[in-house]
Nanobody, 130 residues
Framework: QVQLVESGGGLVQPGSSLRLSCTGFRFDRFELDAYAVGWFRQAPGKGREGIASVSKSAGRRYYADFVKGRFTISRESAESTVHLQMNNLKPDDTAVYYC????????????????????WGQGTQVTVSS
């Protein structure tokens, strides 16, 4: 069992930036390097939607159209952490953000398929408001 922990959420003004982090733990060892990782979000009253996904080697990255050019997903292998850099945040970005890990390789057709992800974090709140 892999435990995922998100951090970095908060309350910011429109146009600001935030960097979310997702760290994986299994017992006392870092395990996230063995998995592809995706970020999802759920806004109030809406369903959960995929934002971005990165493969184990970071060779493949996928983004939802509504975040392209603003959000960047990256891996920091030394700390077994995946980041989501979010720039130029908008009020519509307000949501609970979740990271999730999968053992299978994400592809263009399924990177945002929630059913493909094996482990989920508890989420971190991001609020964009003036």
């Amino acid at each position: 069992q892999v435990q995922l922990v998100e951090s970095g959420g908060g309350l910011v003004q429109p146009g600001s930036s935030l960097r979310l982090s997702c760290t994986g733990f299994r017992f006392d060892r870092f395990e996230l390097d063995a998995y592809a990782v995706g970020w999802f979000r759920q806004a109030p009253g809406k369903g959960r939607e995929g934002i971005a996904s990165v493969s184990k080697s970071a060779g493949r990255r996928y983004y939802a159209d509504f975040v392209k050019g603003r959000f960047t997903i990256s891996r920091e292998s030394a700390e077994s952490t995946v980041h989501l850099q979010m720039n130029n945040l908008k009020p519509d970005d307000t949501a609970v953000y979740y990271c999730a890990a999968r053992s299978s390789m994400p592809g263009a057709g399924d990177w945002d398929d929630e059913a493909k992800y094996d482990f989920w974090g508890q989420g971190t709140q991001v609020t964009v408001s003036s």
